[in-house]
């Protein structure tokens, strides 16, 4: 089993910048690849960005030159460093893990084994 524990979600402005953290711990050397989820009221969950253990970084159309995805290995840390925030911006961050590598299909939530529960980052314009 691998948890995972996000962190560091809060209200910003928009054009501010926020960095959300997730904790894993467990079988973490079973994880080939981690991502970043979001859902906003109403809509449904959508993958932001995800970082496979080789290093391979994808990333929405809607974040990039925005968002970075990276990762402590050391610490089982995944971070996402989000400026220039919009007020669409605007969900509840999920971190998901998965025991394989993620591909062209990294956006389908359901491939991930383990998520956590989310934290709230809000922009207001």
């Known amino acids: 089993q691998v948890q995972l524990v996000e962190s560091g979600g809060d209200s910003v402005q928009a054009g501010g910048s926020l960095r959300v953290s997730c904790a894993a711990s467990?079988?973490?050397?079973?994880?080939?690849?981690m991502g970043w989820f979001r859902q906003a009221p109403g809509k449904e969950r959508e993958g932001v960005a995800a970082?496979?253990?080789?290093?391979?970084?994808s990333y929405a159309d809607s974040v990039k030159g925005r968002f970075t995805i990276s990762r402590d290995n050391a610490k089982n840390t995944l971070s996402l460093q989000m400026n220039s925030l919009k007020p669409e911006d605007t969900a509840v961050y999920y971190c998901?893990?998965?025991?394989?590598?993620?591909?062209?299909?990294?956006?389908?939530?359901?491939?991930?084994?383990?998520r956590g529960q989310g934290t709230q980052v809000t922009v207001s314009s």
């Open positions: 970082l496979n253990r080789d290093g391979r970084i």
């Open positions: 467990g079988r973490t050397y079973a994880i080939y690849c």
């Open positions: 998901a893990a998965a025991t394989f590598m993620c591909s062209s299909s990294w956006t389908a939530v359901g491939k991930y084994a383990y």
